[in-house]
């Protein structure tokens, strides 16, 4: 079944478009952009959009997610994210690709200072272009799986977690966070319903003693903990 897929994919963009551009598709097919140092050919993308209020220049490539346009679950987080809850201090922005949630919150708040962190250097590269083409001072960007290089804590945690990572790496996301949260800091998470955001409800509410879905939109859960005031 595999192959006879594989096949029906191939033929019709060989036929169209040539053979390059066919092995160019199979090629970006199999790298992942919770990779490291994804192996793709680039394409990069210059376009502009509109989150929280601020227009961000955003320049993307093969090799990362949501290329094309910032992603509908990112939109729906960042909307439903309540700034005014969280204690004083730094937040993070944990997987974060090409940067729009960290470059949205950071451009949004400008006194509060936002790091941004992922595993995908080709990622980190494009967040660190984009966030100086729109003089974004007030971050810090820079590698770690999921919390290896992580020394600090925050008043907020933000994620739109990388599913197709496994639930391993997203769990690991959940319950790490714990560690790195200031006390009254907060957790927030955007997953679809279909891609285990009933589970990782569960886990936060494992986690934290606590959790909430806050918002629901189109089958994106918005979920957030709390870490005890006292912790």
Avoid at 169 to 198: E, F, N, R, S
Wanted: glycine share 6%.
């Amino acid at each position: 079944m595999v192959s006879e897929r594989l096949i029906f994919f191939y033929w019709p963009l060989r036929t169209n478009y040539g053979k390059i551009k066919s092995k160019r598709w199979r090629r970006n097919l199999t790298n992942h952009y919770y990779t490291q140092n994804p192996d793709v050919l680039h394409e990069e993308q210059h376009w502009p959009f509109t989150l929280l209020g601020n227009e961000l220049l955003f320049t993307t490539d093969n090799g990362v997610f949501s290329k094309n346009r910032v992603d509908y679950g990112s939109r729906v987080l960042l909307a439903a994210f309540n700034a005014a809850k969280t204690p004083v201090g730094p937040w993070l922005d944990l997987g974060t690709g090409y940067g729009p949630i960290g470059l949205a919150l950071a451009k949004r708040w400008p006194d509060r200072q936002v790091t941004m962190v992922d595993v995908n250097e080709l990622a980190l590269e494009l967040a660190r272009k984009n966030a100086t083409a729109n003089q974004i001072e007030n971050v810090e960007i820079k590698t770690s799986d999921i919390y290896d290089q992580v020394t600090q804590r925050y008043a907020a945690i933000l994620t739109n977690p990388p599913v197709r990572a496994g639930k391993q790496v997203v769990t690991a996301m959940l319950t790490g966070a714990a560690d790195h949260l200031l006390p009254g800091g907060t957790l927030t998470v955007v997953l679809q319903k279909k891609q285990g955001a009933p589970s990782a409800e569960k886990t936060m509410q494992a986690t934290f003693g606590n959790c909430t879905i806050i918002k629901k939109d189109k089958g994106y859960y918005i979920l957030e903990s709390t870490k005890d005031a006292l912790a």
